[in-house]
């Protein structure tokens, strides 16, 4: 670990407002000097090997998770440890230790604890985000714009936690002191996706933290490197040992036994839906020796739809839609993969769409392109069977192909118009850049067709209309509903992020009911 000054001591006290944190306008040559640098730095850094952290002792395993660049996968970003069964007793009871300490530290401690990391990754924000470029294939903007929710995450969950510490009674009985408080549950399990693998990961972590659980992170196969940056700031920070234990390890098996231990208070997990059901009834059966009922919080994917009425702008909705659709080559669970386009528009919005589509520059994210590759071969393949399908259901826009010549996984944005409701690529996640082109005999059609699906996480209308808009309020069920405009990018507070039916369980990260789902209240009646 490199040598960095000692972050400095932050108090709650003369703390500011809540504000976002600002994107970085890379057009600005200090900027994009800076971001230079990182990658630069980072790139010496690459293909070095990294321990387990259990209770703050590190230590090896036989077997070893690779973290490959996508972009060029003969490139080691880094070589991890890989935790097994026989790990899970061992960072249960660091984890079970560390939270007699921590669990009775105060909310201003624990906020004043997660400013100092908030401050510590904004100094070193151009390194962040130079880490998700190399492991995950995010261009400059797409890596900032993690990076920043990444910031965004800890001060809002230390503002929300000065909040709780405030908590009482509603009501005061005559003859009583009444209080409420809200106490942390015990040790969670994070478990995090690779593709928001800075904003997500640390988010769920330090949701955990702050409410003074405790927690073993088992970051995603595909971006452990990124987790272990996370990892060595709370330890440049002073994080007690064992408040987070870092331990990369295979889902199936080390994640399957994480989740069944009777010990395990919680689950914060975010991922494929398969994934969330799975740990979900793992969580459900009681084993011998657990006395809670396990709290699950289950981010899961999505298959979000933009409606375009004939009275939009359509350019706009053309921006909005190439933007959603193929900003990190369509893999957030945000992601346009449906366009639901009013019949009276449909022709003219297509062909407006291939030509701002077939502009998209795709190549090497240290390049900063628009898009790059996707996160792996496996994703790769997948996506590619999708859109052999898709051309025999719809008809081929544009795109289509793995792009010829280059080492790494990159797909061509790819549109298919003429699908029908209910086919298979208009109703299952492909998690890439495809987009399924749908046409809607009318605004009650398109909603219908919109709804038509089991997850609910996000969606778009344009529209000039404001009673469509409205209405759209009413009827269009996705947690995260934007109104001309695009239907990816929430932004912390703004946006509290969560969806609906199988997209999970609305946890709204980053919104002011998240801390609650990590705490317990208690309540306290005293006769005076
Ligand atoms: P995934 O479900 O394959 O993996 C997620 C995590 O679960 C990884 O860390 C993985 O190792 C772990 N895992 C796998 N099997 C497990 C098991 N049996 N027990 C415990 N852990 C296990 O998902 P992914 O490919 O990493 O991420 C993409 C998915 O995440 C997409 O479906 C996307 O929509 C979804 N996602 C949702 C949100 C949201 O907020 N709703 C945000 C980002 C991503």
Not at 20 to 37: G, I, L, Q, W
Not at 76 to 81: A, D, H, R, Y
Not at 132 to 139: A, I, Q
Not at 517 to 523: D, E, I
């Amino acid at each position: 670990m490199a040598t960095v000054e000692a972050p400095p001591q932050i108090s709650t006290r003369d703390l500011q407002p809540f504000k976002n944190e600002p994107a970085v306008d890379f057009s600005r040559p200090e900027n994009a000097r800076n971001m230079k640098a990182a990658l630069e730095k980072v790139r010496g850094e690459l293909g070095r090997e990294y321990d387990l952290v259990i209770g703050g002792k590190r230590s090896k395993t036989s077997d070893k998770i690779k973290s490959l660049n996508p972009a060029h996968p003969s490139q080691v970003v880094g070589i991890f440890q890989k935790a097994g069964k026989e790990h899970v007793e061992p960072a249960m009871e660091a984890a079970q230790k560390a939270f007699q300490a921590w669990s009775h530290t105060s909310w201003q401690e624990r906020a004043e604890f997660v400013l100092k990391v908030a401050h510590t990754i904004r100094e070193r924000k151009f390194e962040f985000s130079a880490w998700m470029v190399y492991e995950v294939g995010k261009n400059w903007a797409e890596a900032d714009a993690d990076t920043a929710e990444t910031i965004d995450f800890a001060e809002f969950y230390a503002h929300e936690a000065l909040r709780l510490a405030t908590a009482d009674a509603p009501v005061q009985l005559p003859g009583e002191r009444d209080y409420l408080f809200y106490i942390p549950l015990g040790v969670g399990i994070v478990i995090p996706p690779w593709n928001f693998p800075g904003a997500i990961m640390a988010g769920m972590t330090l949701a955990s933290i702050v409410s003074g659980n405790t927690v073993i992170l088992k970051p995603s196969s595909d971006s452990p490197a990124i987790a272990r940056f996370f990892v060595s700031i709370l330890e440049e920070c002073c994080l007690p040992p064992g408040v987070v234990n870092f331990c990369p390890g295979a889902g199936g098996s080390f994640g399957d036994a994480l989740v069944a231990h009777p010990k395990t208070r919680y689950i914060a997990f975010t991922g494929s839906r398969e994934v969330g059901l799975h740990i979900n009834k793992v969580a459900a059966e009681q084993v011998p020796g657990q006395i809670w009922i396990k709290r699950t919080i289950l981010e899961m994917g999505g298959k979000d739809a933009i409606i375009v009425e004939a009275d939009a702008d359509i350019d706009s909705a053309v921006e909005g839609v190439a933007v959603s659709a193929f900003g990190f080559s369509g893999q957030k669970c945000s992601a346009c993969s449906r366009l639901i386009l009013h019949e009276k528009i449909y022709d003219t919005f297509l062909d407006k769409l291939k030509a701002r589509v077939e502009k998209i520059t795709l190549g090497d994210p240290v390049d900063n392109p628009n898009m790059g590759p996707v996160v792996n071969e496996g994703s790769m393949k997948s996506i590619l069977g999708y859109i052999e399908h898709g051309r025999k259901d719809g008809r081929l826009i544009t795109g289509g192909e793995r792009v010829a010549g280059k080492e790494g996984y990159f797909v061509q944005p790819t549109v298919i118009a003429d699908l029908k409701p209910k086919s298979k690529l208009e109703q299952e996640e492909i998690f890439g850049p495809v987009l399924a082109v749908i046409k809607a005999r009318d605004y009650d059609h398109a909603l219908e067709i919109a709804n038509d699906t089991e997850f609910g996480l996000t969606g778009a209308v344009y529209s000039g209309d404001d009673k469509k808009l409205e209405r759209a309020i009413r009827e269009f069920h996705v947690g995260n509903l934007y109104l001309n405009r695009k239907c990816t990018g929430a932004i912390v507070g703004a946006h509290p992020f969560g969806g609906f039916n199988m997209s999970g369980t609305d946890s709204k990260a980053g919104g002011p009911d998240y801390l609650l789902l990590f705490t317990q209240a208690k309540s306290v009646g005293k006769k005076l």
